[in-house]
């Protein structure tokens, strides 16, 4: 006996799983059109017509930042409640039923947007941020509800788990990986509210034909209300291996519990209202607003800052009691041969740099010179793309056996695959970053225009695709192995020297919290209360300008509007052709 989770939590270690192969599928989807743009966007090699880059683009988008990493997240929060409470959920058939809601969401929109490569007349080639003018086929926009539905039920899941236990342990301080869950999902369902209210009040029934324009203003603010949120939802739960597993493997404890909670509090406060630095180039809203946008967005800097403080502590600590010494010299201690350990902590360290290109894009000056350029590319390729993507990749290693009760198939692989991530990534990203201050755009299969020459301070245009080429292919190259390692595991007969469930101890524990940390009520007042302050003003005045439904539409029903200017029009018709004809009469022009 190990004490593994499909042990202890037999039944829900099934859904786990499901939720686990269920992202895995969509990572290899997703990876697939990835390789397939980056040769094509390069000019390495071309099968697919370029008209249809951005249905590739989208499916690349849809599959590997909704489906793999939301997939991936429900199933080790999962494990973090059912573990950290240690009891079961509630009703396991409804755990089953959230998680069917997301697969059957998944299954409506990748159907049309699959659809795009044929010649049918559904498509939703609108790119993951499905912004107006683009409009999608309805199914596409029903799934992306009812899979965030999905999630909504998830969190009810867990909270409904924490409420249950909380009865029976009245005065205990919430453990640590619940509390991060529930701060998460908090952050998560007010931001979705904005991405509710785009689709269901007006992407829908555009495309459904209901109403005959949107105001795209409008619904871009709505999309980004969500759209910058949502980069925490993939951050908080990387963040969260990071603070409970990443200690334990360095053989330590975390530094401090107290400062994991001010961290997710913070992210839950201040994600939402910063959604309009995506925006600094949106004609139709006041630079007021951006600069209000822009200084909330520096404040968030902190929480990242914390983590990186904190993890390094934790991780020096680990060290230490491994035998490590001297400034520097403890770093030789930490387990770089375990893949866990070493594909987290590489991945921590390009989460770093992302850092930086980060603060540059959150600049308001300075992110007009990369907006909409091949650098926004080169840095969430490094933010969710390695920062999340490569942790993810790296705790399968531990939580497959976790959860099958199967050894791992091939630690070296392993070790290889994700050391391929992190290189691959350097190459490829590193080049988009530079192709971008070049002025290189994304989101095309034809950057270079005719006749014209991007002209580089080093290097060379050729040098540059010829790095993105390299690093897109040693990241599939990395993407086989993985599903590989995943493969064998799951057909192995192995089942020796499994590790045991749980997570890190912590040197400055819970009780060292001040107990207002875990007043998940107020948190989520003041959150409410900043997205007001954010938002009231700025959708005010898009929608006074632009108007609810667009700026063809009046408040006036649109029957009655145009009924009264045809009678108007006819009368005025009418009587001025008599006149004209009374007058030819009386002067005998006739
Ligand atoms: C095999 C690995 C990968 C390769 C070769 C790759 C390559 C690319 C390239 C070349 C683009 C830019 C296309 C353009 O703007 O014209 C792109 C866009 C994108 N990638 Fe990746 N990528 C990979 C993995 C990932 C991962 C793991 C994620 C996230 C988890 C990700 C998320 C995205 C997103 C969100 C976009 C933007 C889509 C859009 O503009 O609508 N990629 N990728
Ligand atoms: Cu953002």
Known sequence: MTNTYIESFPAEAKVVRAAFYSSFLALAIGGLFGIIQTLHRTGYYRFIDSADYYTVLTAHGVFLVITFTIFFLVAIFTWAITTSLDRPV????????????????TIL????????????????????????????????????????VGTWLAGADWFRSWLAWKQENPDERIPLPTFMVLTTMLMWYIATLGVAAAILLFLLPWSLGIIESVNPLLTRTLFWFFGHPIVYFWLMPAYMMWYIMLPKISGGKLFSDPLARVVFVLFLILS???GIHHQYLDPGIAEGFKFIAMTNTMFLLLPSLLTAFTVVASMEHGARQRGGSGYLGWLKALPWRDPVFAGMALAGLMFAAAGFSGMINA????NYLVHNTFWVVGHFHLT????????FMAVTYWFLPQVTGKALWNRSVALGQVVLWFVG????????????????????????????????AVG?????????ALGGLLLTLSLVLFFANIIGTVLNNRSDDLPANGYADTLSGPSDAPLVLDNLKL????????????????????????????????????????????????????????VDTAIAIITGVR
Do not use: C, K
């Open 523 to 578: 948190w989520t007042a003041i959150a409410i209360v900043l997205v007001i302050f954010a938002y009231t003003f700025p959708l005010l005045s898009i929608i006074e300008r632009g108007g609810l439904f667009g700026p063809e539409l009046n408040e006036l029903p649109v029957s009655i509007g145009l009924g009264l200017e045809y009678l108007w029009t006819t009368v005025v018709t009418t009587v001025t052709s008599g």
């Open 90 to 105: 509630e009703d396991i058939r409804f755990t089953w039923f959230w998680y069917g809601l997301m697969v059957l969401g």
């Open 109 to 148: 929109a990748a159907v049309p947007i699959l659809a795009g490569f044929t010649d049918s007349e559904m498509s939703a080639s609108v790119l993951f941020t499905f912004y107006a003018p683009l409009q999608g086929h309805p199914l596409f926009y029903v799934g992306l509800v009812l899979f965030v």
């Open 272 to 274: 939402v209202p910063t």
């Open 384 to 391: 969710v793309g390695t920062g999340v993507a490569l942790t």
């Open 460 to 468: 060379s245009v050729g040098e540059l695709d010829a790095q993105i």
């Open 363 to 366: 600049g308001m000056n300075i």
């Open 425 to 456: 990534m350097t190459f490829m990203s590193n080049a988009m970053h530079r192709a971008g201050l070049l002025g290189i755009p994304r989101r095309t299969a034809e950057p270079q225009y005719e006749g014209f020459e991007f002209e580089a």
